[in-house]
C-alpha cells in the first residue's frame, strides 16, 4: 500500500502560547513492500511521524494519502485504516491487558467484527510469524519475559493482518539477544509477506543491518531520504544533530586514514569484516 505525505505539518498545541511545531512540511513516498528506518534525536518529530499513519494524529495542514485516498477526508474510515496500517507503540508490552497471551492476540482482529474461528485462526498465525512459543500460549502476558511481550504486542496487530507495520522503538529495553531476535523476525515476516515495515529506532546498526532505506528527521523536517550507505557517508553531519552512524563507520574511516584500501561505506558487520579481509590479503582464505 502506497504512502504518499505531501506537504505535512503539525503543530502541537496550535493556536496557543504554547504552541510547538512538530511536523515542518515534510514530503514522502513509501512504495509498497519497503523495509524504512526512521531515525532521529528526541523531538526530532519522528514519532508524530508515524502517529499520523494511522490516524492517531491529524495533519494541521498537508495530506497523507494511502493508495491514493486522503486519509483527512471526513468520510475516510478510521476503523479500516487501523486495520490497514498497524502501530505498535515503545514499550508495547503495555498494550498487553487480556487473561493470556492467545486472547490478548485475539483482540484486535475481534474488534474487526471477524467470526470466532478467523479470529482464533488469525492469532495463531501471528504468534506463529512472531516465533512465539506455543506452550505460553495460555500464560497471563505480565509472567513473561520482556522479549516474549514484545512479540505478543506486535502479533496482536499483526492479526488485524495490516498492509503497513509501523514499529516505534520495538527493541527498547530489551539485551542485545532480544533484540536481535525481535529485528530477525521482522525482516523475515518484511521477505515472507511483502509487507511495508516502518520502523523508528535510535540504533544505527540495527537500521543499518535491516532496512532498504532510512529518513533522517531533525527539528520536524526529513533531513536524509537515501540508502543506508549514502546516508551513513554524511557521518559528521549526523553527528551535528545528536545522531551518529555505526560503529563499524568510524572503524572503517580510521583504517582508512591509517592506510588501509577499505570501502568506508561498508555499513554492517559482515561487509566490513570483508572489505578488511580484502584489505589484508586475506580474501578467500
Known amino acids: 500500500m502506497a504512502i504518499i505525505l505531501d506537504h505535512v505539518n503539525y503543530v502541537y498545541g496550535a493556536d496557543t502560547p504554547l504552541a510547538v511545531k512538530a511536523l515542518d512540511d515534510v514530503c514522502l513516498q513509501i512504495p509498497d513492500g519497503q523495509f524504512v528506518g526512521l531515525i532521529g534525536h528526541t523531538g526530532s518529530g519522528k514519532s508524530t511521524l508515524v502517529q499520523h499513519l494511522n490516524g492517531l494524529l491529524k495533519t494541521t495542514s498537508g495530506h497523507i494519502y494511502l493508495d491514493g485516498e486522503d486519509i483527512s477526508d471526513r468520510d475516510y474510515d478510521r476503523k479500516k485504516l487501523r486495520s490497514r496500517v498497524g502501530l505498535v507503540f515503545q514499550y508495547p508490552e503495555h498494550q498487553l491487558f487480556e487473561i493470556d497471551v492467545f486472547h490478548d492476540v485475539c483482540f484486535g482482529p475481534k474488534n474487526l467484527g471477524l467470526d470466532k474461528k478467523e479470529v482464533q485462526l488469525r492469532a495463531f498465525d501471528a504468534l506463529r510469524r512472531v516465533g512465539f512459543p506455543m506452550e505460553l500460549y495460555d500464560q497471563s502476558p505480565f509472567e513473561i519475559s520482556g522479549g516474549q511481550k514484545r512479540r ?7 492479526a488485524m493482518k495490516p498492509e503497513v507495520l509501523v514499529l516505534d522503538e520495538p527493541t527498547a529495553g530489551l539485551d542485545p539477544q532480544g533484540r536481535d531476535e525481535i529485528l530477525h523476525q521482522i525482516k523475515e515476516l518484511q521477505e515472507s509477506t511483502g509487507m511495508t515495515i516502518i520502523l523508528v529506532s535510535h540504533s544505527m546498526e540495527d537500521v543499518a543491518e535491516y532496512v532498504d532505506r532510512i529518513i533522517v528527521m531533525n527539528q520536524g523536517r526529513v533531513m536524509y531520504d537515501a540508502v543506508p550507505k549514502e546516508v551513513f557517508s554524511h557521518y559528521r553531519e549526523l553527528e551535528e544533530v545528536g545522531l551518529a552512524a555505526p560503529q563499524v ?12 584500501d577499505v570501502d568506508v561505506t561498508a555499513t554492517t558487520i559482515e561487509e566490513a569484516a570483508e572489505t578488511v579481509a580484502r584489505a589484508l590479503g586475506m580474501s578467500g582464505k
Open 152 to 158: 505478543a504486542a506486535i502479533a496482536g496487530v499483526l
Open 249 to 260: 563507520t568510524y572503524i572503517l574511516h580510521e583504517l582508512r586514514e591509517r592506510g588501509f
